[in-house]
Structures are given as C-alpha cells and as structure tokens.
C-alpha cells in the first residue's frame, strides 16, 4: 500500500510540507526522541518526561483561523445549527455500531486535515444498543425515528443487553430505593463511560506493538482457568480484536496504524482514531480524551524545527483536530438530558500541570488548544480542564484567565492536589474524575440523594411527602420524572408518593418525640440511615458493573489500558449543601416538623437565624466536612466489584434539578421540589458574604474524603473582576491562587458573564447562537438547555456588588 | 477606654471587591452615615439598623479569612455608610489590622466632628505609633501597601454638596487638612479623592474647576478616583419608602466618564498639579 505521508497529502490539502518530506517516509522518526524505557514497555509518561519542552513564555506566538478553518467551521455550524433545530440531524437507525460498522464519512473531504467521523455523514448519529435497546427505541422513536424489528429481535431475541442483565440481578431493595429516587441517575440502562483509554498509545506504538504485547501477556499468564482468569483471557481477546478492527477502519481512510505516527499530523490522526473506535463502540456518559498536551507538543515541535510545518499549519490542524471533537455525537433519549443536560459527551482534556520531577507541564500546545476558543468560537466541547497549581508559569495563568473571561468555556482543577493520589500522567473523565491514564478505569456510580436520606431519617425510613396535605386534594402529581412513564396505574402510584409515608427501611421511629428536631437524635438516625443507603448503593453498582462488563465491555478503550488495571468505584453524593444546612438549622436555631396525617413531615417550621454554608463559617462548614467523611467511611463498609476502591465525588452534573424535584421540603427552608445547588455549591442566594466566603467554604471538603471530586460552580459578572482585561484576567489569577493554592480546594467552573446576557439569550437564542456556559463540571450551549434548566442557572449566585 | 466595649454595627460583609481601593479587598459595610447624598446607592446601608453587632477583633477575625486572596495590593476596606460615624471601632479596627500589617482602606465622606476626627488621627499616628513603629521591624520583608492605611475620601463640589444633607464643606476642608498633616508625617498613610460624575450636576467645566481648586490645595501626592453615577440605587430608596431626587437621571457611561475625566486631566495638566499621581475612572457593575 501507500506510504502514509504522500496519502495525507492527498487528503489533507492545504497541510503541504514546507521542505521535502522525505525524511518522515518511513519509521526511523523516532530516533529522533530521547530514548528510554518507553521503548522497551509500553510507558507513554516516560516518553513524554525525556522529551517535552516547557514553555513559560505567552500567547503571542499563536496564529489565527486560516481561510480553510473558518470556512469548514461555518460548514459545521450550519449543521449544528439545523441540527438544534430538529433535535437530532439524522440517524442510522439499521446499523448497530462499531468499530468498523459504517463507511468513512467526511465533512468536507478535500478540505479536512484530520479524517473520521462517527458514521459516514457528518452529526448523523448510530445506535448502540449493547447499553440496552429499550432506551434505544425511546430515543428514536422521541426524534421520529423507528428501529426496525430485526433489529429490536436482535437485541431481545438473541442477545441480551446490559440493561437486562442488571434487571434479571436486581434486588428488590435496589428496586425500590431507585424507584423512590433515594439512589438515581444510575448507568443501569445505558453506558457508564468515564473509562479514558490512553489513545497516545496507537500513535507512539502503532497496534502491531500493542497487540504483540497483549500476546505476549496471554502466553505468559497463568494457564489455571479460574473465574478470574477467564474472564481475563476473554477480555484481552476482545482488545486483541478492538485493535485489529481500529487497523481496519484506519485503512479505510487511507491510513496504516499498524506502525507508530511519524510526525506530528499522523501523531494527531491517530489519537483521533484510537478515540473515534472507543465512540463507535460506545456511548457511555462521559467519553474522555485524557492529556495530549505535552505528548504532541514532542512532535509539533520536531516538526517545526525540520520546517514540516509552521506555526499556522500546527494551529490549523489543532483547529481541524476540535472540529472533529465538537461533533462527536451519541443517541440519547430525552430523560437522559434531566440528568446531562445539553447533550454533552464530556470530551474532557486536561491541560498543563507540573510534573512530579518539580518541572512544569505547560507547553505551547496547551496554549493551542485552549486558543481554539478563538480560532473557532466557544463551544461546550472538547471539555477544557486546566490543571492549576501554584508553580505554574504566570504568563500561562494569566492567558487561561483572558480566555474564561472572554469565553465561560474553561473548567480548573488542582493539580498540586492530584498529583499526590495520580502522578503527572492522569486525565480527567467527565467533570471532576481523576484517574492515571492506561492504568487506571472507573466504574461510574451516578449517585445518592443526600437530602432524602436525611429525610429518611427524620421520617423513620418512611418516604417524605412531596405535597402538603391541604394541596393533596384532586391533584393530579406529576413530580416523577426520572423513570418518565406515566402509565394507567401510575398515578394512583405518583399520588401515594406524593404525601409520603412509604416504608423503604423497616425498624425506625420517625423523630416525632419532641416538638422540636434535636441534633443529636437526627444526627444518629442520619448514620444509620446512611449506612442503610450505602449497602444498598455499593449492591446496586456492583450489579451494574458486573453486568457492564459481561454484556457491554469497552474492548477498545480498554485495548489502550496495561492489562492490570486499578479500579475505583465511583459513587457520589447530590444535596451536600442542604443536608449540611437542614442540619446547622437543627443545631443552632429552632426546626419544628409538620406531620401530616401520614405521620411523616411535610414542612418545617424555623425559628431563629442559623449558620449557612458558603460563608466561610465553620459551625456549619464543618457539619458538611463531617458529612463527607461520613458517606464515604458508609460506603467502604461494604465490599466493591471487582476490588474496586470506593470513591466520592460531590458532583450533580444537571440533576441537582431533578433531584430536587423528586425531594420533598427539608429542614433548611428549601420547600417541596425545589433544586438543590448543583455539585458543592452553596445554595442559592445564601453565600451573603460573597465570592471568596463562598469559595472558602467549598475549599473546606477535603479531598481525601471526595477523591472522585468536588464541583463548584462560579459565576462573576465581568466587571466585579475589574475594569479591563489585564485587572480582571489579574484579579481572577489572584482568585484561584486563593482558593487552590492556599485553600486546597479541588475545582472550580469559571463563568464571567451577567444575569442580563442570560435572560437575554433566553428571550432571543438567536441572537446566541455560540453561548456556552459552564455548568457543573461540564459546559453546554445555553441553547439546548430547557426552560426549567435555563431558570435554575439564572437563579444561581452572581457575585456581584451594589 | 474598655475597648471590649467597643461593637460595631455591621450592615454586611463583601468578601471579594475589587472596587473599593487598591486590589482585591474584603468590605465591612458599616452601618449608618451622618450624610444623605441625593446619588446614594446605599441608603439601606445608611438607614438601616445593623444587620450583626460584633466586637472589631471579632469581625477581623472573620476578614483574616479571606486574606489569601488579598496579594501584595489588597486588604480590607471599611465603607459604608460612613466608617467615621462609628469613630472608636473603626480606630480600633484599623489599629488591630495595621498591627497585623493589613492594608486597610477607609471609604469615607470626611464629614465627622473635627475634634473627633484629631483624636482619630492621634490614635492612628502617634509617632512612634502603631502604623511606623509596629512595622519597622519588617519594613524591608513586606510589600509597600501592607499595613497601610489608604484613604478615600469622596469630595462633593458645591453644586452638589449644597442639596445634601448633612454636607458642611468646611469641616470637609478641616478633616482633609489634619489628614494631610498627618500624611506628611508617615509613609504609611496615602490618599485618593474620590468624586461621582453626575450628568448634568457634577460633569461641567464649573464643577471641574471647583474640583481642580480643591486638587490643588493638596500638597501631599494622592490619587484621583472618577465614580460614575448609578441609577441602581433608586429602588433601595423606594424600598426604604423614601423619595429619590435624581429620579429618571441614567447612570453616567463610560464614554461621559472619560470625558469629564479629560476635562480634569487637561486642567491637572494646565496648572502643574504634580502631586496628582493618578486620574483613574471606575468601571461600576452594571
């Protein structure tokens, strides 16, 4: 066949060498690196230590758009914009998909630098229906689309599906805690995702090397067939054959993965198609890139110093490279978007960082990328994630902080912080999940509603009402809307859970015996209730992962782990903010229950003022301390699949409004059905003290009890920041320095806008047709969020002054 | 004096500003003023009752937490209302906080008692006192700002001042001169004149000279600051039930902030003024 390089020629038009190419034809490139024992393993953090170059100097280097960017991304905003307008462009509603199932597809063929899309035609969405077909059907059939029968009989017939493995397990108790939505959002019914193949792995080693090395692992094992190890052997098989397929699909384009990249656009083209395989094959929630900053920058830099290609050229093929990014696209059904709102993939990216040898990680590829925000305009997706820390170059902080003003795209995180549990070499799946990159996966857990398990509490394992008596009358309740259905016996169901009182653990007495909550009592009720919700949480995730693996494995994206991997157990917790104030509220001012008839409390009544949390008062901010740890030790007590290490995040990606919906009224004041604040916010409008009390109080949880991650969402208004760009990006610096570097916090969205642009986007949309805002761990176009969402993050703290 | 007894009447903390002097500044919104400036955008700080009393240790305390956002420029702010209204907890405030090398920055109209105000002054600038002699021995470790005290002292040219009530120009005058002595005498110590550019009131070339005239008389180095009027504040007079005066007036732009500022810097520069450092106009919240 071909050699690659003068096929990328053909492909890629305008990308023509500056000299000669002669030189890049053939594999003695990597001669060029500084070798080491990522020569002799597969060990891509080595490769990345001997040879990137730090950068401490600014953005003045970058180049604009060229004529060839501007004109595919007005072709692409074309489609997404048709693509808004119907909900979803198209979809191949024949072809299950996979690696190899469809066609090459293009853009814009003699005008793209980087090739592959998902299906053969651009934003044209696959089925995958391994997750589970029922909620395939749902989803085509709420865009007017039909799955054909042979297909449907395919899935039910022949094949079961992840979705029904886990409801042929599930115990009765996990049904009933789902169904009161006390544990929600659980990937049980589609693909968990957040596993982050290290796709820098195809461009350094090629899949010769790759599959070579999981032979040699098989023939080396232990030939005992244990449970264990044949499931292993089936596993590896299955990478063997992943790998083998993303050669396949690669030649379909016209290039040879089989060997390592050879400059820098191949190196480019082939982490895109190892990650194009992982999205052909699955649609988890949350399909991560991982960190190829300092990775590419080796290459783009070679090239540049043999004059391959210049700086536009790298910019244009970063640009091309995001394009393709901002299309990756997967079929989801329309409750799916209560708990993800805006269609996000989480093409989450990790940027800079310092390494553990003290040096610092920023390279100017960090800078290209993040500079596609200009290039291009904002979009939600990739998912950008600077990792901050103290030593981090100033020129650098200060460019990230212009580009959140001017964009809201960017999300930060600790890197000083990480580093400890991950090293230099992790990535960041979905919003706020750390993980050693082909070293480590987790098993993603959604998780528990915090706020009804203090409500469980108070109530004596029965259900809280969702309406108060006087309101019950003839009221037809639609609060439910997870499990969306509404069927004929529904809503004799819906209204028996709307005033309350079903039992869900046996045994308790509701805290009735005093007129007043005593902290004490609560407190301990709270424990047990607690402990109670984390048994059967861990039994509910080791179900679903069981079943992910047996009928729904990511043999792709695992094919780019070490075969020996660490697992983390990722659970997480929604309503922090509630549950730490209901409790502050009983502690230190006056809480009086409503009972109704039902014997459960469907108000409560306060006397007196108490400490809320977000103003940096520790009466409070230690209650929510003490929480975390609480869950988390809760949680441990009770044994992981597949030696899995329990974690937690404090993060509520959209949910915290639906969650809020399906929560009656609690003991802080929120009433019946309201929204919690997302992730570790403080709720709405009670962080009085403004932006650094709030910041501080979130900066509290530690870490070591929320490994998997502690969200905060913050929005500014421009000017509050300072006058002009250079004191505001200034000031924002000085922000997060506080809040990370001395304060510890884990993460931080950054949001510069005003309350007006919002409401004015959401009157007129068109006049906004690029707004992207960051919301918990994550960024979408305001656009596609609905109503009740759009309401909730307008309701949201704007730290602002009069 | 048992300064345990000392409380002050706090209308509400801000944490973050990066409005209210010299870089990131966490605010105590002092209860009450002696004036009732017609363009006030704080009345119900000036109206209203305290929110919290607390003791000024106490409420340092709870600003300390926020001084690692502070850097080398920043620090804490007492506004208001006006600081000067309660006189012994902003003494002592700020005695506490210079001792512990903040910067603290006081926002103040400069009206108060003229004889209270001297004692203010001794209290903070005894020589050998707390601001030179507490940080001496650090002099050459900490930034120039640190334990400083910046004041912001707003000056309403007789046009306006003749509408507001409570404004009594000399005792404006007597306060900055015994301020300015004071100044003279300490390195630690710097000033900023604050003025709101108020369409058809405060933007004109007699407004301007009236200002000049004052800058001029200043013999110490010191900033100028140029506020633009807000009209946010009518609501908060509506809702303390009071009439507002500049009804229907809209907010100053930037466009007519830099103009007038022009004005002044022309006039600044016509008349040799070089003890004005700065001209700085204020970008407000919209």
Request: hydrophobic fraction near 35%; charged fraction near 25%.
């Amino acid at each position: 066949m071909q050699n690659s390089y003068s096929n990328n020629q053909m492909v890629g038009g305008s990308i023509a060498p500056t000299t000669n190419g002669n030189s890049f034809d053939g594999h003695d490139n990597t001669q060029k690196f500084k070798t080491g024992l990522w020569q002799e393993d597969i060990d891509v953090r080595d490769f990345i230590q001997k040879n990137y170059t730090p950068y401490e100097g600014d953005e003045t280097f970058l180049a604009p758009a060229t004529d060839r960017t501007k004109k595919l991304w007005e072709k692409v905003s074309g489609l997404i914009k048709e693509e808004l307008e119907k909900g979803i462009l198209d979809l191949d509603v024949n072809t299950p998909s996979s690696i190899t199932s469809h066609a090459p597809g293009y853009i814009d063929r003699e005008n793209e630098i980087i090739v592959g899309l998902q299906t053969d035609a651009p934003l044209k969405r696959s089925i995958k229906p391994n997750g589970g077909i029922r909620l395939v059907e749902k989803a085509a059939e709420s865009y007017g689309y039909t799955i054909p029968q042979e297909v449907i009989d395919i899935f039910t017939k022949h094949r079961k599906t992840h979705n029904d493995g886990v409801f042929s397990a599930y115990t009765d108790e996990i049904k009933l805690l789902r169904s009161h939505h006390v544990i929600t959002g659980l990937p049980d019914n589609y693909g968990r995702g957040r596993i982050i193949g290290d796709y820098r792995r195809l461009a350094l080693y090629g899949t010769s090397r790759l599959i070579e090395q999981r032979k040699n692992y098989l023939s080396q094992m232990s030939n005992t067939q244990s449970e264990e190890n044949i499931r292993a052997r089936e596993e590896i098989f299955e990478q063997i054959e992943a790998l083998q397929d993303i050669e396949k699909m690669a030649k379909e384009y016209g290039y040879d993965v089989s060997r390592p990249a050879t400059n820098s656009k191949e190196a480019l083209q082939w982490i895109y198609f190892a990650y194009l395989s992982a999205n052909k094959q699955q649609d988890g929630a949350a399909m991560s890139l991982g960190r190829i900053d300092a990775f590419l920058d080796i290459y783009f830099n070679q090239d540049l110093e043999n004059g391959l290609f210049d700086e536009a050229q790298i910019q244009e093929m970063i640009d091309d490279f995001v394009i393709k990014l901002r299309i990756i696209r997967h079929l989801r059904p329309p409750e799916y978007n209560e708990l993800f709102a805006g269609d996000p993939i989480w093409v989450t990216m990790v940027f800079g960082g310092i390494g553990i040898d003290g040096r610092n990680m920023v390279t100017k590829t960090a800078y290209r990328f993040l500079h596609t925000l200009s290039n291009l305009g904002p979009a939600p997706e990739p998912n950008l994630t600077v990792l901050w820390a103290d030593l981090l170059p100033a020129n650098w902080k200060k460019y990230c902080a212009k580009q959140s003003i001017r964009f809201s795209s960017i999300q930060y995180e600790n890197d000083d912080i990480m580093k400890e549990y991950y090293g230099d070499d992790y990535g960041i799946a979905c919003c706020v999940s750390g993980m050693k990159l082909g070293k480590e996966m987790q098993f993603f857990g959604a998780r528990a509603n915090l706020a009804k398990t203090l409500l469980l509490a108070i109530n004596g394992g029965k259900t809280e009402p969702m309406l108060k008596s006087n309101a019950l009358s003839g009221v037809s309740y639609s609060g439910s809307i997870i499990n969306g259905q509404q069927g004929d016996n529904k809503a004799s169901e819906e209204e028996e859970k709307a005033r309350g009182g079903i039992t869900i653990f046996e045994g308790l007495k509701p805290l009735n015996q005093s007129e007043y909550l005593q902290y004490d009592q609560v407190w301990d009720q709270f424990l047990l209730v607690l402990d109670k919700v984390a048994k059967v949480y861990v039994d509910a995730l080791n179900t679903i992962h069981y079943m992910h693996d047996k009928y729904h494995y990511e043999s792709a994206e695992m094919a780019f782990h070490d075969v020996d991997v660490k697992r983390w157990l990722a659970c997480g917790i929604a309503g922090l903010s509630i549950v730490a104030d209901s409790l502050s509220a009983i502690k230190y001012a006056k809480v009086k229950p409503v009972w109704n008839e039902f014997g459960v409390a469907e108000d409560y009544i306060i006397e007196g003022d108490y400490p809320k949390y977000g103003n940096d008062d520790d009466r409070v901010d230690e209650i929510a301390v003490e929480i975390c740890k609480e869950v988390i030790t809760a949680l441990r007590r009770y044994e992981a699949y597949r030696d899995s290490i329990h974690t937690l995040s404090v993060l509520t990606i959209t949910s915290n409004v639906v969650y809020g919906k399906a929560t009656g009224a609690t003991p802080d004041g929120r009433d019946a059905g309201v929204p919690f604040a997302p992730g570790a916010n403080p709720m709405h409008g009670r962080d009085a003290n403004g932006a650094v009390a709030s910041l501080n109080s979130v900066a509290k949880i530690p870490y070591k009890y929320c490994q998997d991650g502690i969200s905060n969402t913050f929005s500014v208004v421009p000017t509050t920041l300072g006058a002009d760009i250079e004191t505001q990006s200034q000031n924002l610096v000085a922000l997060m320095d506080g809040y990370f570097v001395a304060h510890g916090a884990h993460h931080l969205n950054v949001n510069v806008l005003t309350r007006e642009l919002l409401l004015d986007a959401q009157q007129s949309p068109e006049k906004y047709p690029q707004l992207t805002i960051r919301v918990s761990g994550y960024a979408v176009l305001f656009n596609r969020l609905s109503k009740i969402q759009q309401d909730e993050v307008i309701a949201r703290t704007f730290h602002t002054r009069l | 004096m048992d300064n345990k007894s000392i409380k002050g009447k706090i209308h509400s903390i801000e944490s973050f500003s990066t409005i209210d002097g010299p870089g990131i500044r966490s605010v105590l919104f002092m209860s009450g003023c002696f004036l009732k400036c017609p363009f006030c955008h704080n009345i119900d700080v000036v109206l209203n009752p305290a929110n919290q009393v607390s003791e000024p240790a106490e409420i340092l305390q709870y600003l300390k937490k926020f001084s690692d956002y502070w850097g080398d420029d920043g620090g804490i702010t007492l506004s208001g209302g006006d600081p000067l209204v309660q006189i012994e907890f902003t003494q002592e405030i700020t005695k506490l906080a210079i001792g512990e090398g903040i910067n603290v920055t006081i926002d103040t109209a400069l009206i108060s008692d003229e004889s209270s105000f001297r004692y203010l002054m001794d209290a903070l600038y005894t020589p050998g006192g707390i601001s030179d002699s507490t940080l001496r021995g650090l002099e050459s470790d900490i930034p120039a700002n640190r334990g400083k005290i910046f004041w912001m002292s707003s000056f309403k040219p007789h046009i306006f001042a003749k509408d507001t009530p409570g404004y009594n120009l000399d005792n404006f005058l007597a306060n900055l001169r015994a301020l300015i002595d004071r100044i003279r005498l300490s390195e630690r110590v710097s000033l900023r004149i604050r003025y709101v550019v108020i369409k058809g009131f405060t933007d004109n070339l007699e407004a301007c000279n009236e200002l000049v005239e004052l800058l001029s008389q200043i013999d110490v180095p010191f900033e100028l600051e140029l506020l633009p009027y807000v009209s946010w504040g009518e609501k908060k007079w509506a809702d303390q039930g009071l009439e507002y005066l500049l009804k229907g007036l809209s907010s100053t732009n930037h466009e007519e902030l830099m103009q007038f500022r022009n004005m002044v810097e022309q006039q600044v520069k016509d008349r040799n003024l070089s003890n004005v450092t700065k001209i700085m106009p204020l970008i407000q919240n919209k």
